[in-house]
């Protein structure tokens, strides 16, 4: 472009062409494949010609569709998050349950031994349950 004698602002909207920006798009082949968020647009794309018309209409169509992507990979990752918060919660009230039945299996023990044994379990889930609550500290959803 340099030695075509191109101005510095064509110079600036027109990149050198890597590889990678060469590939074809999997899309276009292989369109119900998995893991097409990985997915990047070359520069060229996104560049926007307002000369030709039904160009414009046909790369409007295709940020439309880019876009759509996008947003189903926000919210995909959205109800993950959400999702693994609860699963920490869950799981705090799992290790909770887990300490109360053996405190009251401890309880109802009559022998010491017994006892002593679900004494240990309801103090081994207290302790999942306090290193949970300090691991998740800040990103359970419920806390209750």
């Known amino acids: 472009m340099l030695r075509l004698g191109a101005d510095s602002d064509t110079v600036a909207v027109y990149q050198p062409l890597k590889p990678q920006d060469l590939v074809v798009s999997k899309e276009v082949t292989e369109e119900n494949r998995h893991g097409q968020g990985s997915d990047k647009l070359a520069w060229f794309w996104r560049i926007n010609n307002t000369e030709d018309s039904q160009k414009n209409l046909w790369m409007n169509e295709f940020y439309r569709v880019n876009w759509l992507k996008a947003k189903a990979w926000y919210d995909r990752w959205s109800e993950e998050l959400k999702l693994v ?7 705090i009230s799992w290790f909770r349950t ?5 405190r009251v299996r401890a309880d109802e023990s009559i022998k010491n031994g017994n006892r002593a044994y679900a004494e ?21 959803l419920i806390t209750s």
């Open 120 to 140: 240990r379990q309801a103090s081994m889930w207290a302790e999942f349950s306090a290193q949970g609550l300090k691991n998740f500290e800040g990103k359970l």
């Open 85 to 91: 918060q609860h699963e920490m919660f869950w799981t």
């Open 98 to 102: 887990q300490e109360e039945r053996w």
